[in-house]
RNA sequence: GCCCGGGUGGCGAAAUUGGUAUACGCAGCAGACUUAAGAUCUGCCGUCCUCAACAGACAUGCCGGUUCGAGUCCGGCCCCGGGCACCA
């Protein structure tokens, strides 16, 4: 008599014993075997393991282990990203100290993750905020620093006046402090970039040979937003300065009628004893300047600005005269920071010139005729006018043309922006720099990192807009390692998405001190062929590991220019509400009651099924009713399985079997888990109905092609059946192609394209003699009441449709 | 505003990429077992017409088109989700 489902027992059991075997801990390289990187995005420790965590990590372990039972040495790590603003605000509100709360929450996050069985090689566990880790984010600052591709710059940095610090972009939410809703601005502030931008053509270019969803890559590209145009001097009168400005559609430069400055731009200076109203121009930058990001956003509609009177600027090609406006929709840090403006072909500068009443002047028409009244501006393409020669000429052509004419440079411009790292919070990696009165800004030299983060009381943010660091004077005091005069070290720590950007790399080798990953452990590991994680990672984090990898790349350290050759992404559990699941909505599914009501297998295997995995959805308090019930049966049936070797195995059974084999492999390489599994059901389902006929290479097989999906139910059924070896180690069984080819086919026979009848025929059976048999079907031959088709379409092996 | 996804039974979802729409599961209903409940097993389960069966008609957000045949392709709309947002 059979026991029943006792899954505490076998998944504490199972669990235990893939511990102490060792049996998930990737050796650098096993003879016969080729290496398999598999990887999922490393979680933030907050404290709580939730069921989108698990979505996560459970059905990512499923396509592991698929690739394992493949005969691939698979590497499948897993850390914490440790560093970081919530750690800190957390530390803050529990007045305990933030690598206190992180340390703990490692703990208990870690002890959850083992709860779902997942075959991480916990021998390679990274924690970022440990200085053995976050060394290396300084040694790559410092090979950064060396090429001049980490620089020091005042930049603008989001500053609530009311908390007087500086808040990271995600604590800024809709233009105001997070914490006390103040409005933001924009506050100029010395602070390290990272150089992406020289990167910018390569990270455009080298998206095309990934393996990543093809929205990724869109979203990635826009983000780079690369743009070609042309750069044209519009040259100042009675001066000879000349403006530059940066134009996508050069061919419309016949309709420029004034110029747009940025609030930033340098010529208001250099030119500033010329302008007749100072006042107005003074005061309109000034208020520019104070502007919120609150105040931006909602003046998306309505367009300000202030003419620029005393001083104006030739169009090159008319020569006319034309004024100078400086407005706040043209911004410094793109292009030149100036803009010619046609707004009889630009909606932006449309909206600018109704406002302030300026000239609207066609360059491209439709047809080469002229619209008396321009109502809105013609973004399309067309043909030339008001272009003296050029006229008549389609508007593309012409674009070259009027660069030449005026002898502008064709340039390309990106979107793309330096990376600003400098964070001015405690809870980072320090920026390995010192401030020296005689040297300058002077790298700490490599032997003498890390730089260690010091564990200081007073971490909270302060008026001084500087990091917490700064009051300690102990870190503060440097001496200068060139002149060994006394300096200031630098406070601000570096943005976490730094400790994201290269630790898929010190997986290969975690624990060693003197390289951040030996050469060879690279070579065999890296990179990495399948990575795991959440859309909301499309650009920041996937773009700055790209960027680093091709940083170490041109270094020589590393010998592959993408980190990720294969990216899939898992959709977002939602709770039973269909809403995000938060606390205060009393929403969040506990996985940990889960697993004590329905086991691991049944909540990972319900997270699988539930929809495709990039989909996600809503959480279906009753839908894991449904695999923990598959789970049961399938103990039932074969924890009492006495195999009857003399029994011969139906051909239908066999056909079922081989048919699954294929469809559960097929779908795991896509990452279809839900129609794998559902496929699985319907094999049980059959099993059922003949229990006498299963022999042991069916359960075998049926248990193999379970595993990845149920790792700890099939592996005790797995060794009541007398395997030694663990079922994960077991190959993945070949499907029979013969087995799978049926003799028969049922057709189906059409009439005008709607279903009448089926019938079962010979798979090789040609159109002729399929239509015979067709035409004498009674149904077939009532529906048609004597009339014989005037066509017939005939698919093989599917159906046959008669048109009358 | 622009760029991506998506809209299929009461619900979560399938559909070999133009070829049997609704697989698999949840919920529900009926029956078996049980003193009973639960668990388990068996059957039914898109809508409409019909006493019922057979059969039929209508159904994949809406309107139109292409095709022997459309959830799938094309054109035009309407909702929902995500991203970007004055980038010249």
């Given at each position: 008599?059979?026991?029943?489902?006792?899954?505490?027992?076998?998944?504490?059991?199972?669990?235990?014993?893939w511990k102490?075997?060792k049996l998930?801990?990737?050796?650098?390289?096993?003879?016969?075997?080729?290496?398999?990187?598999?990887?999922?995005?490393?979680?933030?420790?907050?404290?709580?393991?939730h069921?989108?965590?698990?979505?996560?990590?459970?059905?990512?372990?499923?396509?592991?282990?698929?690739k394992?039972?493949q005969?691939?040495?698979?590497?499948?790590p897993?850390?914490?990203d440790?560093?970081?603003?919530?750690?800190?605000?957390a530390?803050?509100?529990?007045?305990?100290?933030?690598?206190?709360?992180t340390m703990?929450?490692?703990?208990?996050m870690?002890?959850?993750?083992?709860?779902?069985?997942?075959?991480?090689d916990?021998?390679?566990?990274?924690?970022?905020c440990?200085?053995?880790?976050?060394?290396?984010?300084?040694?790559?600052?410092?090979?950064l620093?060396?090429?001049?591709?980490?620089?020091?710059?005042?930049?603008?940095?989001?500053w609530?006046?009311?908390?007087k610090?500086?808040?990271?972009?995600?604590?800024?939410?809709?233009?105001?402090?997070?914490?006390?809703?103040t409005?933001v601005?924009q506050k100029e502030?010395?602070?390290?970039?990272l150089k992406i931008?020289?990167?910018?053509?390569?990270l455009?270019?080298?998206?095309?040979?990934?393996?990543w969803?093809?929205?990724?890559?869109?979203?990635?590209?826009?983000?780079?937003?690369?743009?070609?145009?042309?750069?044209?001097e519009?040259?100042?009168?009675?001066?000879?300065?000349?403006?530059?400005?940066?134009?996508?559609?050069a061919?419309?430069?016949?309709?420029?009628?004034?110029?747009?400055?940025?609030?930033?731009?340098p010529?208001?200076t250099?030119?500033?004893?010329?302008?007749?109203?100072?006042?107005?121009?003074?005061?309109?930058i000034?208020?520019?300047r104070?502007?919120?990001e609150?105040?931006r956003?909602?003046?998306?509609?309505?367009?300000?600005?202030?003419?620029?009177?005393?001083?104006?600027?030739?169009?090159?090609f008319?020569?006319?005269?034309i004024?100078?406006?400086?407005?706040d929709?043209v911004?410094?840090?793109?292009?030149?920071?100036?803009?010619?403006?046609?707004?009889?072909?630009?909606?932006?500068?449309?909206?600018?010139?109704?406002?302030?009443?300026?000239?609207?002047?066609?360059?491209?028409?439709?047809?080469g005729?002229?619209?008396?009244?321009?109502?809105?501006?013609?973004l399309?393409?067309?043909?030339?006018?008001?272009a003296g020669?050029?006229?008549?000429?389609?508007?593309?052509?012409a674009?070259?043309?009027v660069?030449?004419?005026?002898g502008?440079?064709?340039?390309?411009?990106?979107?793309?922006?330096?990376?600003?790292?400098?964070?001015?919070?405690?809870?980072?990696?320090?920026?390995?720099?010192?401030?020296?009165?005689g040297?300058?800004?002077?790298?700490?030299?490599?032997?003498?990192?890390?730089?260690?983060?010091?564990?200081?009381?007073d971490?909270t943010?302060?008026?001084?807009?500087?990091?917490?660091?700064?009051?300690?004077?102990?870190?503060?005091?440097?001496?200068?390692?060139?002149?060994?005069?006394?300096a200031q070290?630098?406070?601000?720590?570096?943005?976490?998405f730094?400790?994201?950007s290269w630790?898929f790399?010190?997986?290969a080798?975690?624990?060693?001190?003197?390289?951040f990953a030996?050469d060879?452990?690279?070579?065999?590991?890296?990179?990495?062929?399948?990575?795991i994680?959440?859309?909301?990672?499309?650009?920041?984090?996937?773009?700055?590991?790209r960027?680093?990898?091709?940083?170490?790349n041109d270094?020589?350290?590393?010998?592959?220019?993408?980190?990720?050759?294969?990216?899939?992404?898992?959709?977002?559990?939602?709770?039973?509400?269909?809403?995000?699941?938060?606390k205060?909505?009393?929403?969040v599914?506990?996985?940990?009651?889960?697993?004590s009501?329905?086991?691991?297998?049944?909540?990972r295997?319900?997270?699988?099924?539930?929809?495709?995995?990039?989909?996600g959805?809503?959480?279906?308090?009753t839908?894991i009713m449904?695999?923990?019930?598959f789970l049961?049966?399938?103990w039932?049936?074969?924890?009492?399985?006495?195999?009857?070797?003399?029994?011969?195995v139906?051909?239908?059974?066999?056909r079922?079997?081989?048919k699954?084999?294929?469809k559960?492999?097929?779908?795991?390489?896509?990452?279809?888990?839900?129609?794998?599994i559902?496929?699985l059901?319907?094999?049980l389902?059959?099993?059922?109905?003949?229990?006498?006929?299963?022999?042991?290479?069916?359960?075998?097989?049926?248990i193999?092609?379970?595993?990845p999906?149920?790792?700890?139910?099939t592996?005790?059924?797995?060794?009541q059946?007398?395997?030694?070896?663990?079922?994960?180690?077991?190959?993945?069984?070949?499907?029979?192609?013969q087995a799978?080819?049926?003799a028969?086919?049922?057709?189906?026979?059409?009439?005008?394209?709607?279903?009448?009848d089926?019938?079962?025929?010979?798979?090789?059976?040609?159109?002729?003699?399929?239509?015979?048999?067709?035409?004498?079907?009674?149904?077939?031959?009532?529906?048609?009441?004597?009339?014989?088709?005037?066509?017939?379409i005939?698919?093989?092996?599917?159906?046959?449709?008669?048109?009358?």
């Amino acid at each position: 008599m059979a026991t029943s489902y006792n899954y505490k027992k076998i998944e504490s059991k199972w669990q235990k014993i893939w511990k102490k075997e060792k049996l998930f801990e990737a050796k650098d390289s096993v003879k016969g075997k080729k290496n398999f990187y598999h990887l999922v995005m490393f979680p933030y420790p907050s404290g709580d393991l939730h069921i989108g965590h698990w979505y996560n990590f459970a059905p990512a372990d499923m396509y592991a282990r698929f690739k394992r039972m493949q005969g691939l040495n698979v590497l499948s790590p897993i850390g914490f990203d440790a560093f970081g603003l919530p750690a800190e605000n957390a530390a803050i509100k529990r007045k305990i100290h933030p690598e206190k709360w992180t340390m703990g929450n490692i703990k208990t996050m870690a002890k959850q993750l083992e709860s779902i069985g997942n075959s991480y090689d916990w021998s390679r566990l990274i924690v970022t905020c440990q200085p053995e880790y976050y060394k290396w984010n300084q040694w790559l600052f410092l090979k950064l620093f060396e090429k001049g591709l980490a620089y020091r710059k005042k930049a603008a940095a989001n500053w609530c006046p009311s908390c007087k610090t500086v808040l990271a972009n995600e604590q800024v939410i809709d233009g105001y402090c997070e914490r006390c809703q103040t409005a933001v601005v924009q506050k100029e502030i010395d602070q390290w970039l990272l150089k992406i931008t020289d990167y910018a053509e390569r990270l455009l270019e080298d998206l095309e040979v990934l393996d990543w969803p093809e929205r990724t890559k869109i979203m990635q590209r826009n983000w780079i937003g690369r743009s070609e145009g042309a750069e044209i001097e519009f040259p100042v009168l009675s001066s000879n300065l000349k403006v530059k400005v940066f134009t996508t559609r050069a061919d419309t430069l016949p309709g420029a009628t004034y110029i747009v400055l940025a609030p930033e731009h340098p010529l208001v200076t250099v030119l500033e004893e010329r302008i007749l109203n100072k006042n107005s121009v003074r005061e309109y930058i000034e208020q520019a300047r104070h502007k919120t990001e609150r105040d931006r956003i909602s003046e998306n509609k309505s367009k300000t600005g202030v003419e620029v009177k005393g001083i104006t600027v030739l169009n090159p090609f008319t020569e006319k005269e034309i004024p100078i406006w400086i407005s706040d929709y043209v911004i410094m840090g793109y292009g030149t920071g100036a803009i010619m403006a046609v707004p009889a072909h630009d909606k932006r500068d449309f909206a600018f010139a109704q406002e302030f009443k300026l000239p609207i002047i066609q360059s491209v028409s439709k047809d080469g005729t002229l619209k008396e009244t321009i109502s809105e501006p013609y973004l399309e393409d067309g043909v030339m006018v008001n272009a003296g020669d050029l006229d008549k000429l389609p508007n593309h052509i012409a674009k070259d043309r009027v660069v030449e004419t005026v002898g502008g440079k064709k340039k390309i411009n990106y979107k793309l922006r330096d990376w600003l790292i400098s964070r001015q919070r405690y809870w980072g990696t320090p920026i390995p720099i010192v401030y020296c009165d005689g040297c300058g800004i002077v790298p700490v030299p490599e032997t003498d990192l890390p730089v260690v983060l010091p564990r200081v009381k007073d971490f909270t943010p302060d008026d001084s807009g500087r990091s917490p660091l700064a009051k300690s004077k102990k870190f503060l005091t440097a001496t200068c390692p060139k002149c060994g005069g006394t300096a200031q070290r630098e406070t601000d720590t570096m943005d976490t998405f730094v400790d994201s950007s290269w630790y898929f790399i010190r997986y290969a080798d975690p624990n060693n001190d003197a390289v951040f990953a030996d050469d060879k452990k690279i070579k065999s590991w890296l990179p990495v062929q399948m990575y795991i994680g959440g859309a909301e990672h499309t650009v920041l984090h996937l773009l700055y590991s790209r960027f680093f990898t091709k940083f170490l790349n041109d270094r020589g350290y590393v010998d592959f220019k993408e980190p990720f050759s294969a990216l899939r992404h898992q959709g977002i559990i939602l709770g039973p509400d269909g809403q995000k699941m938060s606390k205060s909505r009393g929403n969040v599914v506990d996985p940990d009651s889960l697993v004590s009501e329905f086991g691991s297998d049944s909540v990972r295997m319900y997270l699988a099924f539930m929809s495709e995995y990039h989909q996600g959805g809503s959480w279906h308090p009753t839908g894991i009713m449904g695999v923990h019930r598959f789970l049961q049966r399938v103990w039932a049936i074969f924890s009492s399985v006495s195999f009857n070797e003399s029994q011969i195995v139906p051909d239908a059974m066999r056909r079922s079997l081989h048919k699954t084999i294929k469809k559960v492999g097929d779908d795991i390489a896509v990452f279809k888990f839900n129609t794998a599994i559902a496929a699985l059901m319907i094999l049980l389902n059959e099993l059922e109905k003949n229990k006498e006929a299963i022999n042991k290479t069916i359960a075998e097989d049926f248990i193999k092609i379970l595993a990845p999906f149920a790792p700890h139910i099939t592996e005790e059924l797995w060794r009541q059946f007398g395997n030694q070896e663990s079922v994960h180690l077991a190959a993945w069984p070949e499907y029979d192609v013969q087995a799978i080819t049926e003799a028969e086919i049922e057709l189906v026979v059409q009439i005008n394209g709607v279903v009448r009848d089926k019938v079962v025929i010979g798979r090789s059976l040609d159109q002729s003699a399929a239509e015979a048999i067709v035409l004498n079907l009674e149904k077939i031959k009532a529906a048609l009441s004597g009339k014989k088709p005037k066509k017939v379409i005939f698919v093989p092996g599917r159906l046959i449709n008669l048109v009358v």
